[in-house]
């Protein structure tokens, strides 16, 4: 699973080139400032040292419907900093989500406390407790916001929802970082999806 994550990061840096050099700066010039009335949201603690393995809960129903609650071991890798740079992204003026996985149209996503944003496209993640976690675009360090994100075919957000069992932000948190980081007009076409009520 690592040297799969590790070989399509590489390939996707390799042949974006100059671009995604240029989208890196984009992101990482992103003023923080904007972002201080912003509560950050910590890794839940049943979270905390995944990435050296840990056992968690599940809830009942987690699985699928019927399927019993259980005590399961995780263990989650965390994205070098090297990593991390090939997963940036940013939204531009019109709306449109600009990242490395041009083909990919659903992600989840994360934007970190200095406001740089992170995404990893869900389809080429692996399923249930291999795959790549909230957690692990953010090396498991506080975030503004983490969930995911749809796209429209012509690649503008379609839909931002707080899907993160990692962070499980609330719907006033959702609500209050849509306003602080998209603008209005951004805003009003882009679909909200509450999944709060499953933290």
Same mark, same amino acid.
């Given at each position: 699973?690592?040297?799969?994550?590790?070989?399509?990061?590489?390939?996707?840096?390799?042949?974006?080139?100059?671009?995604?050099?240029?989208?890196?700066?984009?992101?990482?010039?992103?003023?923080?400032?904007?972002?201080?009335?912003?509560?950050?949201?910590?890794?839940?603690?049943?979270?905390?040292?995944?990435?050296?393995?840990?056992?968690?809960?599940?809830?009942?129903?987690?699985?699928?419907?019927?399927?019993?609650?259980?005590?399961?071991?995780?263990?989650?890798?965390?994205?070098?900093?090297?990593?991390?740079?090939?997963? @940036?992204?940013?939204?531009?003026?019109?709306?449109?989500?600009?990242?490395?996985?041009?083909?990919?149209?659903?992600?989840?996503?994360?934007?970190?406390?200095?406001?740089?944003?992170?995404?990893?496209?869900?389809? +080429?993640?692996?399923?249930?407790?291999?795959?790549?976690?909230?957690?692990?675009? @953010?090396?498991?360090?506080?975030?503004?916001?983490?969930?995911?994100?749809?796209?429209?075919?012509?690649?503008?957000?379609?839909?931002?929802?707080?899907?993160?069992?990692?962070?499980?932000? +609330?719907?006033?948190?959702?609500?209050?970082?849509?306003?602080?980081?998209?603008?209005?007009?951004?805003?009003?076409?882009?679909?909200?999806?509450?999944?709060?009520?499953?933290?």
């Amino acid at each position: 699973m690592k040297t799969l994550i590790i070989f399509a990061l590489s390939s996707l840096l390799i042949g974006f080139g100059a671009h995604g050099q240029g989208l890196c700066a984009q992101v990482f010039n992103v003023s923080s400032a904007k972002f201080d009335s912003i509560p950050r949201l910590n890794l839940k603690q049943q979270f905390v040292g995944e990435e050296n393995g840990v056992f968690i809960e599940t809830s009942s129903g987690m699985f699928g419907r019927g399927q019993r609650a259980q005590r399961i071991f995780m263990k989650t890798r965390y994205l070098t900093t090297e990593e991390l740079k090939m997963t @940036a992204a940013t939204v531009g003026p019109s709306g449109k989500l600009i990242s490395r996985f041009e083909n990919s149209l659903d992600f989840i996503f994360i934007v970190n406390t200095t406001g740089e944003m992170h995404v990893y496209p869900l389809s +080429s993640n692996q399923s249930g407790f291999t795959r790549l976690k909230h957690s692990s675009l @953010a090396q498991g360090q506080p975030v503004l916001m983490a969930g995911e994100i749809s796209l429209n075919r012509d690649g503008t957000i379609f839909s931002v929802s707080n899907k993160s069992g990692h962070y499980q932000p +609330s719907s006033s948190h959702l609500n209050m970082f849509l306003k602080s980081y998209f603008s209005p007009e951004i805003l009003a076409r882009i679909k909200v999806v509450d999944e709060s009520r499953r933290f």
